[in-house]
T-cell receptor, first 114, second 114 residues
Framework: DTAVSQTPKYLVTQMGNDKSIKCEQNLGHDTMYWYKQDSKKFLKIMFSYNNKELIINETVPNRFSPKSPDKAHLNLHINSLELGDSAVYFC?????????????FGQGTRLTVV | AQSVTQLDSQVPVFEEAPVELRCNYSSSVSVYLFWYVQYPNQGLQLLLKYLSGSTLVKGINGFEAEFNKSQTSFHLRKPSVHISDTAEYFCAVTRSGGYQKVTFGTGTKLQVIP
């Protein structure tokens, strides 16, 4: 029943490792997003995909690479993890961003880099 | 580019008292405005949104907000809060039309005191 689901919910890893976070939405939405929320709760968009096509790419290190195999999935792969990557990462989806319909968020993945 | 300012990082309020969470935005073009709520260890959930029309917008859980174009504000109000309203509240803005990114404020922690 979960509309937007992310896995894993918690991820603890060492610096330098490569990790992936998976996201799936069963709402039939065309657009998916990745957001990063830092320790001060500041929420910033990282990427947005519409029908598997990248439409928003904020200033994010190229160690972060999103991949959208189909419009229901948007995975986030992170290479060479750094301490500063520790944050909560939220996946979201929306039906029609041109009408600015609301975004539905997943429950987040808390990434801790040690 | 648009921006959002939430002046209060924390707002303590007694149960059954009214509350107002402040949000001011800046943009040189027409905007859409949103309020989201984040409960502990959860993703964000839409409370209400303003796209056009009536400037008083009613949302879920008894919340409402008023769009004031001259004061560039979109304050969130509830006449009587409940313990379950304790959460982080985010104001967000996006430019109208097309694929526009959503900019979030830094959040206001509402603490309802029994």
């Amino acid at each position: 029943d979960t509309a937007v689901s992310q896995t894993p919910k918690y991820l603890v890893t060492q610096m330098g490792n490569d990790k992936s976070i998976k996201c799936e939405q069963n709402l039939g939405h065309d657009t998916m997003y990745w957001y990063k929320q830092d320790s001060k709760k500041f929420l910033k968009i990282m990427f947005s995909y519409n029908n598997k096509e990248l439409i928003i790419n904020e200033t994010v290190p190229n160690r972060f690479s999103p991949k959208s195999p189909d419009k229901a999935h948007l995975n986030l792969h992170i290479n060479s993890l750094e301490l500063g990557d520790s944050a909560v990462y939220f996946c979201a989806s929306s039906q029609d961003p041109q009408q600015n319909t609301e975004a539905f968020f997943g429950q987040g993945t808390r990434l801790t880099v040690v | 580019a648009q921006s959002v300012t939430q002046l209060d990082s924390q707002v303590p309020v007694f149960e059954e008292a009214p509350v107002e969470l402040r949000c001011n935005y800046s943009s040189s073009v027409s905007v859409y405005l949103f309020w989201y709520v984040q409960y502990p260890n959860q993703g964000l959930q839409l409370l209400l949104k303003y796209l056009s029309g009536s400037t008083l917008v009613k949302g879920i859980n008894g919340f409402e907000a008023e769009f004031n174009k001259s004061q560039t504000s979109f304050h969130l109000r509830k006449p009587s809060v409940h313990i379950s309203d304790t959460a982080e509240y985010f104001c967000a803005v996006t430019r109208s039309g097309g694929y526009q990114k959503v900019t979030f404020g830094t959040g206001t922690k509402l603490q309802v005191i029994p």
